[in-house]
């Protein structure tokens, strides 16, 4: 096992802070306003959903740049911290006392009612701030659309967010060195990665409390070990879920091992035939690569969640958690994505398709863990669509998601991928509608086929987000659309905010 340290360590306004044994599963949010008394920072849902508790976490990058991401403070675990750098609301004021561009064109634009959920906006446009330019209006309502108000109405808020770069100074030549925030290190930022970079460790970060632990691996080697020597751990990736484990359910984790350190966990290979994504990178980290091999599927990655939680949740951890309705399943299905397992005693490589085997049944092996997914790329002659059904537009759960992948060979259907979450109690493909596709043009006759196939594909439950016959009809439909969207000669445009936002950016 790999030489371990039980200290965490993180920068804070220019000053390193370590702490020492921490509670494994105590978070972020707790730690600032009840050991640091940084009450700027506020608890609203305790789930990631309204913003109110928004911090900005920074990285150095591969680029030598500081990355600023804004995360969800109420559902952070402390030690995820280890080795970057934080900025709460009262990070940014000026030694002066002066406030930061986003605070001044916040009081400007009278973006503040109530004030309860300001210092979260401002963290949100903060990180907007540090990387974008000049952003339109789409990227301006999707950095603040983690971020919710009861009193402005937004309005406010977005012309904030266009008047915080006028007020930036004059003498920054290049933007990106624009404030960052407090402390010693000023606008230095390559002071400030320096100061990160000195506080790199390759030991096993090891911190215990009451009998609990937090493990975070920088292999996956140490990592195969660990899941051997403790297999009912709990597996933590982006904390999206296992969070509210903690902060919903009460659950006491008496081991969590954090894949986020773990270097081969952390890579991309844009490869000729197929991406090969490490399970612990971000959705924020893969949006830019996913977008411009599956265009078609930019909706739903947008529709998938928040910034914040974008920037924590990982596509390995979605996959591995087996739920249901998990917005990226049906994509990766209709992709006939493949999974390479790992555990100490090897590797394998699993078809995506034969990964869930019931309700939150996968087919993991005790020890084993997802390192990698392959993502195979688009045929010429491919066409892919994907669609989400949820009862509010952004950030909710799906009632139906859709995904379909149609080879062609001229007018015939040569291959059919057509899968669905929320129909089933595992994201499932629909192999009678797709044998009712295949071989046949996609017109009136193969769609009424392929459209009756799904009642044998699908025995759909009724919940609080729909009924079984709700569910049939919007399945049916989605896949009417696409066949009209497919036969209209063009990939299916992305539908973010079309509702005039989008196409007036």
């Known amino acids: 096992m790999s030489e371990t340290k039980h200290s965490l360590r993180f920068v804070l306004d220019g000053e390193v802070v370590e702490v020492t044994n921490p509670g494994p599963t105590r978070t972020l949010l707790e730690f600032l306003r009840e050991d640091l008394g940084r009450t700027g920072t506020k608890e609203g849902c305790a789930e990631g959903d309204c913003g109110a508790c928004t911090v900005v976490v920074a990285e150095p990058g591969a680029d030598g740049r500081l990355h600023a991401r804004a995360v969800n403070a109420c559902i952070q675990f402390l030690p995820t911290l280890d080795g970057k750098e934080l900025l709460t609301v009262e990070s940014l004021r000026g030694a002066d006392g002066s406030l930061h561009p986003v605070q001044q064109a916040m009081v400007a634009c009278h973006g503040s009612q109530c004030g309860f959920c300001t210092p979260g906006f401002v963290m949100s446009l903060f990180a907007l701030y540090k990387n974008a330019r000049d952003p339109g209006r789409v990227a301006i309502d999707d950095a603040l659309a983690g971020n919710l108000c009861r009193c402005t109405g937004y309005r406010p808020i977005v012309a904030a967010a266009r008047d915080m770069y006028r007020r930036a100074p004059a003498r920054a030549e290049d933007w990106r060195l624009q404030p960052f925030g407090a402390g010693p290190a000023g606008d230095d930022e390559q002071h400030r990665v320096a100061a990160l970079r000195a506080l790199e460790d390759e030991r096993l970060l090891a911190v215990e409390r009451d009998g609990r632990r937090f493990l975070a691996p920088r292999d996956a ?100 958690n087996g ?115 295949t071989g046949r043009p996609f017109d009136a006759e193969a769609l009424a086929d392929a459209m009756a196939a799904l009642d044998d594909d699908f025995d759909p439950i009724s919940d609080m987000r729909a009924s079984d016959e709700y569910r049939r009809r919007v399945a049916k439909n989605l896949l009417k659309r696409c066949q009209r969207e497919f036969l209209a000669g063009h990939a299916p445009e992305p539908r973010v905010y079309e509702y005039g936002r989008r196409r007036t950016a």
């Open 323 to 437: 739920s249901p309705i998990g917005d990226s399943m049906p994509a990766l299905l209709a992709l006939d994505a493949r999974l390479k397992l790992r555990s100490a005693t090897g590797s394998r490589e699993l078809a995506l398709a034969d990964f869930y085997l019931d309700y939150r049944k996968t087919a993991l092996a005790p020890g084993e863990f997802v390192e990698k997914l392959v993502l195979p790329k688009l045929g010429e002659h491919d066409r892919l669509a994907s669609y989400k059904v949820s009862k509010r537009f952004d950030q909710d759960i799906s009632a139906v998601c859709a995904a379909v992948r149609l080879g062609f060979d001229g007018e015939t259907v040569a291959t059919a991928r057509v899968a669905f979450g929320g129909m089933a109690a595992i994201p499932q493909r629909a192999s009678g509608c797709e044998a009712a596709l």
């Open 221 to 320: 080697v140490t990592l195969a070990e660990l899941l051997h020597a403790y297999p009912d751990a709990t597996l933590l990736a982006g904390g999206t879920d296992v969070g509210l484990w903690v902060t919903k359910q009460h659950r006491d984790l008496d081991t969590v091992i954090w894949t986020g350190r773990v270097r081969e966990l952390r890579t991309l290979d844009d490869g000729e035939a197929a991406l090969t994504v490490g399970a612990a990178l971000s959705f924020a980290e893969l949006l830019p690569t996913l977008n411009r091999h599956y265009p078609a599927l930019e909706e739903l990655w947008l529709r998938f969640a928040s910034p914040p939680i974008r920037n924590a949740a990982t596509l390995g951890g979605n996959v591995a």
